[in-house]
């Protein structure tokens, strides 16, 4: 295959064009090609009046190295992708004694298991929520008001965190193995569109995600592996610092919950960023952690066609979708300010996970039609902001700005116009800004949920942005509190082999400070799951 990069059409072409403008660039005919895919397609909106499309293209034609040499243009090279190998054991491996345990199924435990169960390990999922379609329900009815349930919610169950999300599949890991384009492929192959192999920013979006999520475990389980939902982890069995296996109950809070116990020569850890009773549980048990900087601040919502307008230079945003944007400030006081998983189309969902406890997130379903943007504007954090030694000092410093965001907003979303965030007062009702919330809400005083440092910086950061989106700085722009549940607080050392000095356990996932989102999520699951297979045989065999 010959790929040709750079290759430039405007947002009205045909598909046709791309062979017609290839075809001239490589200098044959039309007819000459063969076959084609697009291997990434991203927007260039750098001048309003003249958008277009940027491709990377691979053509098949013949004579392909000649085409090359004859063509004499930089753009244009022989393909070289690379492609994904689940890696061969080692000689000499052990047969292990039990099948992998994986505690949690959000996208680091479910690549895991499925890579485990594709190289014959049958492995064994415990997750603490429901399965996708059931935890979807609980969820829809703690927002219409319904009591939370703090083992199936916004962070908790089937897909982890990211299910109840715009689902957005970009990262910035550096990628040498070609686990990237393999967690696309299997996303795709399991029912993603299958866009998302080439868009430059892709995403799948929450009401798709459950049923992909769902089918990846459901082949999971025919390739002999298995997933116990409600099944909450409630210890590690040790033996002289190695993992003999998990405790865990069964239909907690019912009258007659069941505690059972499963033997596990490898267990892996792939608990998500919210699982505050599991890192208590490995703190008791020894299992090694330190405390990690990360990002807490609030969401914000403007009108999408607001965005859009900045973004393209027109509203209608048909043919090339809505827009979307990514803005950093750094502060005169040296904190970091930027916008994270901005969600075009979308809402502000309230995402706890605690009784008593608040936080948000952003949502977007697949095709992005809400009339707002949304986007959370955070603050880096750091150990020196925590106020404790503790391992789980920044869990508590969460726990402190969530309990104030419950108690303000008296259990609902708090909520405040940015022009009276900035005046220092709680505003009274909406402006034109038409609030697109799953959850309910309560004017409040936001100021008196974040520390001064980090309001002051918020406030700097909306005010730079204004710079770079005209209008972001208006006055009914709608702000809600508190976005703390962007990163995990905790890291749980590994070593090279993905392996904590407490043996036979594997830290992986956003729970371990190893990753920031679906894909990288992903990918780190594959991770340990390769570990694992390059050092065991499936039992058995």
């Known amino acids: 295959m010959i790929r040709i990069t750079q290759l430039k059409l405007p947002i009205t072409h045909e598909k046709q064009d791309l062979v017609i403008r290839a075809a001239k660039l490589l200098r044959v005919s039309d007819d000459s090609i063969r076959s084609f895919h697009i291997v990434k397609q991203s927007?260039?909106?750098?001048?309003?009046?003249?958008?277009?499309?940027?491709?990377?293209?691979?053509?098949?034609?013949d004579n392909e190295r000649?085409?090359?040499?004859?063509?004499?243009?930089?753009q244009i090279a022989i393909a070289e992708e690379k492609v994904y190998r689940f890696p061969a054991g080692e000689k000499g491996r052990e047969p292990a004694k039990?099948?992998?345990?994986?505690?949690?199924?959000?996208?680091?435990?479910?690549?895991?298991?499925?890579?485990?169960?594709?190289?014959?390990?049958?492995?064994?999922?415990?997750?603490?929520?429901?399965?996708?379609?059931?935890?979807?329900?609980?969820?829809?009815?703690?927002?219409?008001?319904?009591?939370?349930?703090?083992?199936?919610?916004?962070?908790?169950g089937e897909g982890g965190a990211g299910t109840f999300s715009d689902g957005k599949l970009n990262t910035m890991v550096k990628d040498l193995m070609g686990r990237n384009r393999e967690v696309l492929r299997i996303l795709a192959e399991h029912g993603a569109d299958s866009s998302i192999l080439y868009v430059n920013k892709p995403h799948i979006g929450t009401d798709?995600?459950?049923?992909?999520?769902?089918?990846?475990?459901?082949?999971?389980?025919?390739?002999?592996?298995?997933?116990m939902f409600g099944a909450k982890v409630t210890d590690l069995i040790l033996e002289q610092g190695r993992v003999a296996g998990v405790r865990f109950v069964r239909g907690e809070g019912r009258e007659h919950p069941i505690a059972d116990m499963m033997p596990a020569g490898?267990?892996?850890?792939?608990?998500?960023?919210?699982?505050?009773?599991?890192?208590?549980?490995?703190?008791?048990?020894?299992?090694?952690?330190?405390?990690?900087?990360?990002?807490?601040?609030?969401?914000?919502?403007?009108?999408?066609?607001?965005?859009?307008?900045?973004?393209?230079?027109?509203?209608?945003?048909?043919?090339?979708?809505?827009?979307?944007?990514?803005?950093?400030?750094?502060?005169?006081?040296?904190?970091?300010?930027?916008?994270?998983?901005?969600?075009?189309?979308?809402?502000?969902?309230?995402?706890?996970?605690?009784?008593?406890?608040?936080?948000?997130?952003?949502?977007?379903?697949?095709?992005?039609?809400?009339?707002?943007?949304?986007?959370?504007?955070?603050?880096?954090?750091?150990?020196?902001?925590?106020?404790g030694d503790s391992p789980l000092a920044g869990v508590e410093f969460q726990r402190r700005l969530e309990r104030l965001a419950y108690q303000r907003g008296f259990g609902r979303i708090p909520v405040q116009l940015y022009g009276d965030f900035k005046a220092g007062r709680i505003s009274s009702d909406w402006g034109d800004v038409e609030p697109q919330f799953c959850g309910g809400t309560t004017f409040a005083d936001l100021r008196e949920i974040l520390p001064a440092c980090l309001s002051d910086s918020i406030l700097e950061g909306v005010e730079a942005f204004e710079g770079k989106i005209r209008g972001f700085?208006?006055?009914?722009?709608?702000?809600?509190?508190?976005?703390?549940?962007?990163?995990?607080?905790?890291?749980?050392?590994?070593?090279?082999?993905?392996?904590?000095?407490?043996?036979g356990l594997f830290p992986c996932g956003e729970g371990a400070g190893y990753a920031g989102g679906i894909t990288s999520a992903a990918m780190d699951g594959m991770k340990a799951a390769e570990e694992i297979a390059k050092r065991w045989k499936p039992a058995g065999v």
Not at 47 to 55: E, F, G, L, R
Not at 136 to 142: L, T
């Open 473 to 503: 700085s208006r006055y009914d722009s709608i702000l809600a509190g508190v976005e703390s549940r962007t990163s995990s607080p905790v890291r749980i050392p590994r070593d090279d082999r993905m392996e904590s000095s407490v043996k």
């Open 208 to 227: 798709v995600l459950g049923g992909v999520v769902k089918n990846i475990r459901n082949h999971m389980i025919e390739l002999g592996g298995r997933v």
């Open 266 to 387: 490898q267990v892996v850890l792939a608990v998500g960023h919210s699982a505050r009773d599991t890192f208590e549980m490995l703190l008791r048990r020894g299992v090694p952690m330190r405390q990690k900087a990360f990002a807490v601040g609030l969401r914000i919502q403007h009108p999408q066609k607001m965005i859009d307008e900045s973004q393209y230079g027109f509203s209608d945003h048909r043919l090339l979708g809505p827009a979307d944007y990514k803005l950093t400030h750094q502060t005169l006081s040296g904190r970091g300010v930027y916008s994270f998983c901005m969600c075009p189309g979308g809402y502000v969902v309230n995402a706890s996970s605690e009784p008593g406890y608040l936080a948000v997130n952003g949502m977007s379903n697949h095709d992005r039609a809400g009339i707002n943007a949304n986007s959370a504007l955070i603050v880096t954090v750091t150990p020196e902001d925590f106020g």
């Open 43 to 61: 927007i260039d909106a750098r001048k309003k009046n003249q958008i277009q499309y940027i491709y990377t293209l691979d053509v098949e034609v």
């Open 98 to 156: 039990y099948p992998p345990v994986i505690v949690g199924s959000g996208p680091a435990g479910l690549f895991c298991g499925y890579m485990l169960a594709r190289a014959g390990f049958c492995p064994v999922i415990l997750e603490q929520g429901e399965d996708v379609d059931l935890r979807r329900k609980k969820v829809e009815g703690f927002w219409r008001g319904e009591e939370l349930d703090i083992r199936s919610n916004v962070q908790f």
């Open 66 to 74: 000649q085409v090359v040499k004859r063509a004499g243009n930089p």
